[in-house]
């Protein structure tokens, strides 16, 4: 079997009881970077063969992988934070299972998304994730694709491009859609900016961006 683990976002002790027992009791590990994983491991004092599964190798590591799982080898698969395949590694692989026919299973767990979508304060019952948009082609033309959209609607960034990012919502969408921005989610400087897109936009001009980040937009009222 491959199961899919989510590790924590920030805070270690956002993993769950079952995730660590499943850490304990598999084979293997892959980890999209074995450091980072090393570390986690190492607080909760589990021992476990690492190998690195990234987008950079995923195709050909796949094929070994397969071999393994078919030999009944059981393999636990996480990223750097969160839920594999949520813009993150995992989705090839899970596909060249169910092609297999070998069992996949997610575990419940974290994925940063979620709660930035629910502290937004904006309506969450229907929403789009978009996750990290193009850098360069097809970005423009997605962002005038959102731009009715009367959904929720959830973006990935890396707080190198915030600015940027934010002024180019605003030439799409308006400099007075709302928008609610959340870094560091889980950590001690975790923050939560939420005003209109020129109101953000100054906010984080001002200062020094670091973390993951995770935009939340508001959709056009219907």
């Not at 270690?12 to 598999?26: F, G, H, P, V, Y």
């Not at 934070?81 to 813009?87: E, L, N, R």
Request: proline share 4%; aromatic share 8%.
């Amino acid at each position: 079997m491959l199961t899919l683990v989510p590790t924590p976002i920030g805070n270690l002790q956002d993993i769950t009881l079952r995730a660590l027992e499943t850490l304990k009791n598999t084979d293997i590990i892959l980890a999209e970077d074995t450091r980072t994983t090393g570390n986690l491991l190492r607080h909760y004092e589990i021992d476990k063969k690492l190998f690195a599964h990234h987008q950079h190798n995923e195709h050909a590591s796949s094929v070994e992988i397969i071999r393994l799982l078919k030999e009944g080898v059981n393999i636990c698969m996480v990223t750097d934070a969160g839920t594999p395949g949520i813009s993150d590694p995992g989705f090839y692989l899970v596909r060249e299972c169910i092609k297999n026919n070998i069992e996949v299973e997610c575990l419940p767990g974290a994925t940063a998304f979620v709660p930035a979508l629910v502290v937004s304060g904006f309506p969450c019952d229907k929403f789009v994730f978009e996750g990290f948009l193009p850098q360069k082609k097809g970005r423009h033309s997605r962002l005038e694709f959102l731009k009715t959209e009367t959904r929720t609607i959830v973006f990935y960034e890396s707080p190198f491009r915030l600015v940027k990012a934010l002024e180019q919502f605003a030439e799409v969408f308006g400099a007075e859609r709302e928008v609610c921005v959340v870094r560091e989610l889980s950590k001690k400087f975790e923050e939560k900016k939420r005003g209109t897109l020129a109101e953000v936009i100054t906010h984080f001009k001002s200062k020094e961006v670091k973390g993951e980040i995770v935009i939340v937009l508001r959709g056009v009222d219907e």
